[in-house]
């Protein structure tokens, strides 16, 4: 198979379903593999990290949009999008990042550790509730996978409880304006969860400039208020919908892929029962084995030397964390799962300016969710096969049935009777 074939498959069904094998593909052309003209594929741990890196690349903005697709203003998705600090370059990505940042920084998720560790106490009585007295399965990824980092990240912005629910399904909709623009027809329901996202954060604005509080949404409407040049409406906004996107299905996805992997691995599991510093390097492989996110994009404004290969000018570069994490260059036996694997840094939340923000915060949550989840329900098992999201850059779980058997009481660490 050639590169331009293994690109090809990658956003097929099959690819979408089972990548690895054809980012080795790519692999046996090196590590940086020139692909077409205008397109360069990362591959590699080193490329990956120093593409990631590179000043001189640029994420995919405005500008890089009018040479690929003229048309992309037609979409809301994509224009949203790009009013965020996601698709956007210095000096704006720095302002908007610096704005932003305070909601993020490691004081502020140990300070909300406590409310995390009862939020995920209060969703494991709701799938106990769900599952009912007769063993009914519960989908794992609808009533907890979803719903805890939902439910931190509403917390963080200041969204009610009562919109948890319906931001799951828009969000979902939403990241489909992620993936790439290989087929803009597709983009219809990104659209359409874009404008009523765009409506739902614009009326909170302006709840929250009547009756500030303290949460992100308050704080930026503020900033905004008092220099409308430092943060305007549209910018405000798009930081918004990404914060919401970005901080739910990212982790919905690392929490889908954790348990699956205990399933598979059962010594992992008793270890995350029983262990209480486990959890930290399990979530570093899940990272690295499955990353939630495979893939991202950077654009080459004028010609570079990358490691050692030319990159013209006008060419982007994919560059694929999940295969730089699977590099054996990088890490023996990569297509292993070991949680004891030391000196583990996945790729997976990025490098360089545009790393990702809420990481800490995502990290945090499936440390405390996944021994809390197996301690809980010490029988839990799958139900059936789960269903994987039909997208190649976010890789995860849509649904997955557990049963739950015999639960432990959460509070009290007894045995339901």
């Known amino acids: 198979m050639r590169p331009n074939e293994a690109i090809a498959a990658l956003v097929a069904p099959e690819g979408r379903r089972d990548p690895y094998p054809l980012y080795e593909v790519l692999r046996s052309y090196g590590n940086l593999v020139p692909i077409k003209r205008g397109l360069i594929v990362a591959v590699g741990y080193a490329e990956c990290d120093r593409a990631l890196r590179e000043p001189k690349l640029r994420v995919q903005d405005g500008r890089s949009y009018d040479a690929i697709y003229p048309e992309w203003r037609a979409h809301s998705s994509l224009r949203g999008y790009t009013n965020s600090m996601l698709y956007r370059n210095p ?10 940042s305070g909601g ?25 509730e769900a599952a ?26 200041g969204v009610p409880e009562d919109d948890h629910a319906w931001f799951r399904t828009v969000a979902a909709d939403l990241t489909l304006a992620l993936e790439g623009i290989t087929n803009a027809t597709e983009l219809g329901p990104a659209d359409r969860a874009m404008d009523d996202l765009t409506a739902y954060f614009t009326d ?6 009547r009756q500030p509080v303290d949460d992100l949404v308050s704080a930026l409407v503020q900033i905004f208020d008092a220099d409308g040049d430092r943060l305007g409406h549209d910018e405000l906004v798009g930081n918004m919908m990404l914060m919401l996107t970005a901080g739910f299905e990212t982790t919905s996805f690392l929490l889908g892929h954790g348990l699956l992997l205990a399933f598979e691995h059962p010594e992992y599991a008793a270890r995350l ?3 209480p510093d486990f959890a930290v390097g399990y979530v570093e492989e899940v990272l690295r084995f499955e990353p939630p996110v495979q893939a991202t994009s950077r654009w080459a404004a004028d010609e570079i030397d990358l490691m050692g290969t030319r990159v013209p ?17 990088r890490y ?28 800490p915060l995502s990290r945090m949550e499936a440390q405390i969710a996944l021994p809390r989840l197996l301690r809980r329900f010490p029988d839990l098992a799958p139900a059936g096969a789960p269903v ?30």
Do not use: Y
């Open 204 to 209: 909170l604005i302006a709840r929250r400039r």
């Open 313 to 329: 000018a006008d060419t982007k570069v994919v560059v694929i964390m999940g295969a730089g994490n699977r590099d054996p260059r």
């Open 332 to 359: 023996d036996r990569p297509d292993r799962f070991d949680p004891d694997r030391r000196d583990v840094q996945p790729l997976s939340f990025g490098a360089g300016a545009h790393f990702c923000l809420g990481s």
């Open 132 to 157: 009912g007295g007769d063993g009914t399965p519960v989908d794992f990824i609808a009533e907890f996978a979803s719903r805890l980092p939902i439910a931190v990240i509403s917390a963080l912005l």
């Open 91 to 100: 000096p704006d990505h720095t302002r908007m990042r610096r704005l932003v």
């Open 273 to 275: 029962r029983e262990e």
């Open 388 to 417: 994987r999201r039909d997208t190649w850059v976010g890789r995860g779980l849509d649904h997955f049935p557990v049963a739950l058997g015999r639960p432990v009481l959460a509070r009290t660490g007894m045995a339901a009777s």
């Open 104 to 128: 993020f920084t490691p004081r502020r998720v140990r300070e909300i550790r406590p409310a995390v560790e009862d939020m995920t106490d209060r969703l494991l009585d709701h799938m106990a």
